[in-house]
């Protein structure tokens, strides 16, 4: 016998991110504004990264190569007492944004967040490294996995990745974004 309940369906557009970042706190820094195409702007949500890493991995230092304004940085502060945080970010005025809430917050104990571009930096001193490389460019991207392979040993997230990092993918997944609540992500053990 049918029942006379109604029941309404609810249909959820995964297509729609849950969170939105406004324009302005993302604006890019005057300095960049002729390297647009590489630096288009938005982030991860937190919760997805830390989830994926403590379903899976133990580690101690952990660096975040584009950190923009941090967010994921004092996420992870909050999640994994004992870890150390880097955090590196080519645009100026987003860099400071970091650094200024990390001294705010009084994070500076484990947070260390410096401006500049990925290459400049010695990935060997980590054991996690994540990037969410999709608004890199073709280039970008090259020397970055170029860079990983020879300097850094561990885990690694990625939003992107080529025919040089597949022999180490060891699984995927997907995360929430600022863009689309289902983007995937790559994970590698170099
Ligand atoms: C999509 S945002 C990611 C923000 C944050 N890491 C997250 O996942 O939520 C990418 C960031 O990478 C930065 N970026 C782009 N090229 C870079 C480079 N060569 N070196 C360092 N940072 C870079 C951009 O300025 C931008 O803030």
Sequence with gaps: MKSNTKTTNYIIDASKPNFNIPPTIYCISPSLQDC???FIYGEVHPPDI????????????????????????FYMYQ????????GIE???????????EATFQEYNDRIHISSGDFRSIYLGNFDFI???????????????????????TGICILFEYNKLLRPYLV????????WSNC????????
């Design 130 to 152: 994540y990037c969410c490389n999709t608004v890199f460019t073709k280039n970008d991207n090259n020397d970055l996995y170029k860079k990983l392979l020879k300097e850094f």
């Design 36 to 38: 647009k195409n590489s």
């Design 183 to 190: 983007v995937p992500i790559f994970l590698f053990q170099i």
């Design 90 to 100: 080519i645009d100026p005025d987003r860099t400071n944004v970091a650094i200024c």
């Design 50 to 73: 830390v989830s994926c890493i403590q379903d899976n991995f133990l580690l101690s230092s952990f660096l975040d190569i584009g950190c923009g304004r941090g967010e994921l940085l």
């Design 171 to 178: 699984s995927s997944d997907t995360v929430r974004t600022s």
């Design 79 to 86: 999640k994994f007492p004992d870890i150390l945080l880097d």
